[in-house]
């Protein structure tokens, strides 16, 4: 009996469970008509229930089977066009397998990523797709794909561009330009898609033998244009300045093309320019940017039908790698006409 003035309190499967003599977990599987559970038990959770007056928690029945179904997606920052258009693939993929989707944006730092990290397996998520910032080498036990920025021997599999070709190609159209002192704007080489790609500008330009003349410049770790900027003048008060330079990604050619701006540089008569990462608006860039095209949201719907089979064959690895390749984008920063 309820005290006057107190909320009546509902009655809970394990007042079933003591009224039926039997544990919790065997009321509830009688309830749901369980095979496992004699008709004798079934009979006498069924009358207990009835009695006391107890009606299922639907929300929390929705809440386990949502956990089933839910798949979580980890990203350094979510407002960088390639990881926004990644999620996009991603969840399209998933969401059509009946799976739902918990995004996370770690804002590049450690602590947010192992923090990302146990929320979403707090969650009860049943996978994950994670672009790692380096927060967290612990091996995560349920199948995850690791993407753009690779964790070697854990996961499921790997997904990330062909970077050390892709440089290798903007070297190479910028060597048929005539160029020979070519320089590179990178990000920190502490993850893969920074290292591996000085590493395809470095081997370039030793199998070219420009080794000489190109000079290495790398943005902040967030590949901020500001820091790609400051890389860029650097490289343009040198005794003898590049005449052209690889950039690493869209925010780094970004921050490099303003910095010519400001310093009278015209582009590409004096300084010629390339891009890993296609941006979105490069074509509107003046000049338009020669970049590598690559699809990200087709990356997003590899990754997650990667993990999907994962799932269904319920393992846990070791991981399968599969690179995507890159295309090259002709446009006028390279002095193309």
Not at 132 to 148: A, K, L
Not at 156 to 183: K, P, S, Y
Not at 305 to 318: E, F, I, M
Request: aromatic letters at 4%; glycine letters at 10%.
């Amino acid at each position: 009996m309820a005290v006057e003035g107190s909320e009546p309190r509902h009655v809970t499967i394990v007042d079933v469970a003591r009224a039926a003599n039997v544990a919790p977990s065997t009321a509830s599987r009688a309830l749901q008509e369980s095979p496992r559970i004699s008709d004798s038990t079934k009979r006498r959770v069924r009358e207990a229930a009835h009695t006391l007056g107890y009606r299922p928690n639907r929300i929390a029945q929705s809440l386990r089977l949502r956990a089933g179904t839910l798949v979580g997606i980890i990203v350094p920052d979510v407002g960088v066009n390639f990881y926004s258009r990644f999620v996009k693939g991603a969840q399209d993929v998933l969401e059509h397998a009946g799976r739902q989707v918990l995004v996370l944006n770690t804002e590049r730092q450690a602590a947010r990523e192992k923090a990302a990290l146990r929320t979403v397996l707090e969650h009860r998520v049943s996978g994950l797709l994670v672009a790692t910032s380096g927060g967290s080498d612990e091996e995560v036990r349920i199948p995850t794909v690791y993407f753009d920025n690779l964790a070697p021997g854990r996961g499921v599999a790997h997904v990330a561009c062909a970077n050390r070709e892709g440089v290798g190609i903007l070297v190479d159209h910028l060597v048929g330009h005539g160029h020979t002192r070519i320089a590179y704007i990178g990000g920190p080489p502490t993850l893969t898609s920074g290292s591996e790609r000085l590493d395809g500008f470095l081997g370039a330009v030793g199998r070219l033998r420009l080794q000489a003349s190109a000079p290495v410049e790398l943005a902040d770790a967030a590949w901020s244009p500001g820091s790609a900027a400051a890389a860029m003048e650097r490289l343009l008060a040198l005794p003898e300045p590049p005449t052209a330079v690889v950039t690493s990604g869209d925010t780094i050619a970004l921050g490099a093309m303003s910095a010519c701006r400001r310093a009278g540089r015209r582009m590409p008569d004096d300084v010629a320019l390339v891009s890993f990462d296609d941006p979105v608006y490069g074509e509107l860039l003046d000049p338009p940017v020669t970049a590598l095209g690559r699809s990200d949201v087709a990356m997003g719907k590899l990754a997650a039908s990667l993990l999907l089979h994962a799932l269904d064959a319920g393992t846990l690895g070791p991981p399968t790698e599969v690179r995507l390749p890159v295309e090259l984008v002709v446009r006028r920063s390279c002095g193309c006409g």
